[in-house]
């Protein structure tokens, strides 16, 4: 099996993300490539995918909407999983429930699930307005990502690839 690991990051902790999946993948014998959703591939050569987008105002940035809009058919006809990364404070802010809705994703690719994972928060990162929001609610800086919980989602991607390929390969 060949996957392809794409994000969407915007200040580089979302890409920083995907790497740990596609390590975890690949340290699980699955051949597989990470690339920026702007730098996708054909997605022809690839038996499964996993799609991440930063969280900005409670969506995915744009480019990430407009891969999985141009490529639904094809992500909806192989495994696929998809994850997003935004909330960031302790406690998160927004709140993990109103964090981001990427439930039309999610149907348009028949994702197999969808994962948020808190963010890193770096104010010398942002625009202005996005300080200013980081500030009004009150949002301390820091890395909140759980990478415990990132590499155990990944090695459960990597179960569910391999589970797969022995069914259809017995």
Request: hydrophobic residues 45%.
């Amino acid at each position: 099996m060949k996957a392809l690991v794409a994000v969407a990051s915007q200040h580089g902790a979302t890409r920083e993300i995907a790497d740990m999946i596609g390590a975890t993948l690949a340290g699980r014998g699955i051949e597989t490539d990470i690339c920026e959703i702007d730098d996708a591939p054909s997605l022809d050569a690839y038996d499964a995918f996993v799609v991440g987008s930063a969280v900005y105002m409670g969506g995915w940035i744009k480019s990430a909407r407009t891969f999985v809009e141009r490529h639904a058919d094809e992500l909806a006809a192989r495994p696929t999983w998809l994850f997003s990364s935004g909330p960031v404070g302790d406690p998160p802010k927004p709140e993990s429930q109103a964090a981001v809705n990427v439930s039309d994703v999610v149907a348009a690719v028949h994702a197999r699930e969808h994962r948020l994972f808190s963010g890193r928060l770096e104010m010398a990162r942002l625009g202005l307005v996005q300080r200013t929001v980081a500030r009004a609610v009150h949002v301390a800086e820091g890395d909140y990502r759980d990478w415990d919980a990132i590499e155990e989602w990944g090695t459960a991607i990597a179960t569910a690839i391999a589970e797969e390929t022995a069914t259809h390969n017995p």
